[in-house]
């Protein structure tokens, strides 16, 4: 049986070292076989496109119902968690992705691929959730270090998804087969950790003082809000980077290659940001630093007209970019005094709402002003998460500690952890 932090309780965190024990493994795992769909679905679209002779519209009414689905988990997450166990519902999660992953390469008309899209966006998302719950459940203030360092398999999806994807849709398997490989991964997981006991929700044992109104804090109400604004700084790069590379002479097929150096910098960013969180007490300046670093990397892409400067470019605000959902969502987290579970749902609903309206909000005015002009969202966002972050750090959603304003408490890093080391 494990011990586990409570989170939000600064002095269990901090008097111990930080462990990578079965749920913390588990959770790793976890995330990294729903990122790979994730960041496959993308390149899919494009070969179902080749196949089903379908529109550009159909596209982006696939990447919709797949947020959708994201929308739809963030609302019912809440209920869910009282009800079940976060066992029962990241088995069953995990289930309901990999049947969406299985409906969308089975079907051999938009209406099956639709479909597919919607479930997966939906099993996966909460699939996500609860892998978020288990890390701050079990962590406690020290969950900006395990979320950091679970979305360093995100980002290694993100370089190699779509390579694997485009070789095996080069060989005699086909580009299908490469969805297979997130289902084999979970049911292995499945088989291995089925009788695990994964940690009690923090509400469950220390529940926050609740508000007269019902709301939730407002810091962490500002935090959400930050971690949404991560989410579009991130997706109007991802959906519209190749298009402004094209625009300053790069060839479709370059363009799109091109774009791996800002995948590659969300990889190096996050194995740094880990580093950086390994001693608490650094996650506000540290977003901050990210914010800076993405403002600069997307000045240096949007405002210059040499291709390699603005693949430099891409490739600095990838390293920003990086941690600012893993932060943001352990500032969120932080701040949400015993109601973690809706905080956590918060995000991804809000977030889905995000990732539809500024990708398309960026569209509309790129079709009446010119693409250049319309990459004025983007510093916009950055902008107001900044103002965010400086809102909810004011408003007593960060600790001194967390602030980075005082030392780690007598302890930090001792080795007497009654946690296994994986």
Not at 391 to 416: C, H, I, K, N, Q
Request: hydrophobic share 55%.
């Amino acid at each position: 049986m494990y011990r586990y932090t409570s989170a939000g309780d600064d002095a269990p965190a901090a008097g111990l070292a930080f462990r990578r024990d079965a749920p913390t493994v588990l959770s790793y795992a976890t995330l990294v076989c729903f990122t790979f769909w994730l960041y496959a679905f993308g390149p899919a679209l494009s070969l179902l496109r080749a196949e089903l002779h379908f529109s550009y519209t159909l596209i982006g009414v696939h990447t919709a119902i797949w947020s959708g689905g994201s929308i739809v988990a963030g609302a019912v997450f809440p209920a869910a968690a009282r009800r079940f166990s976060r066992a029962t519902l990241l088995w069953s999660s995990a289930v309901a992705a990999a049947a969406g992953a299985a409906l969308f390469v089975a079907g051999r008309g938009v209406e099956g691929t639709l479909a597919g899209a919607g479930v997966l966006g939906l099993g996966g998302t909460m699939l996500l959730t609860v892998v978020q719950a288990v890390l701050s459940d079990r962590h406690g203030a020290r969950r900006e270090r395990a979320l950091g360092e679970a979305n360093i398999g995100a980002a290694a999806c993100a370089v190699l998804a779509p390579l694997l994807l485009g070789a095996l849709a080069a060989g005699p398997l086909g580009w299908r087969a490469a969805f297979a490989l997130p289902a084999l991964g979970l049911l292995v997981l499945h088989l291995r950790y089925r009788r695990l006991v994964l940690p009690v929700p923090a509400a469950r044992r220390t529940p926050g003082p609740a508000r007269a109104d019902g709301r939730l804090p407002r810091a962490a109400r500002l935090f959400t809000g930050l971690v949404a604004g991560s989410m579009a700084v991130e997706f109007c790069l991802v959906y519209f980077g190749a298009e402004q590379l094209r625009a300053i002479g790069l060839s479709p097929a370059v363009a799109a290659t091109a774009m791996s150096g800002h995948c590659l910098g969300l990889l190096i960013g996050r194995v740094g940001g880990v580093g950086a969180t390994r001693r608490p007490g650094r996650t506000a300046p540290l977003l901050y630093a990210s914010l800076a670093v993405t403002g600069g990397g997307f000045a240096l892409f949007w405002l210059t007209s040499s291709p390699p400067l603005a693949v430099a470019g891409l490739f600095v605000a990838g390293v920003g970019v990086a941690n600012l959902y893993p932060l943001a969502l352990a500032l969120a987290l932080g701040a949400a005094a015993g109601r973690e579970d809706e905080v956590n749902a918060r995000t991804q609903l809000l977030g889905g709402v995000v990732v539809v309206v500024a990708p398309y909000s960026l569209g509309l005015l790129a079709d009446h002003l010119g693409l250049v002009a319309a990459f004025g969202v983007e510093p916009a966002l950055i902008v107001a998460c900044l103002l965010l972050l400086i809102a909810g750090t004011r408003s007593g959603g960060v600790t001194p500690r967390a602030r980075g304003l005082t030392p780690a408490a007598a302890g930090e890093g001792r080795r007497d952890d009654p946690f296994p080391q994986s």
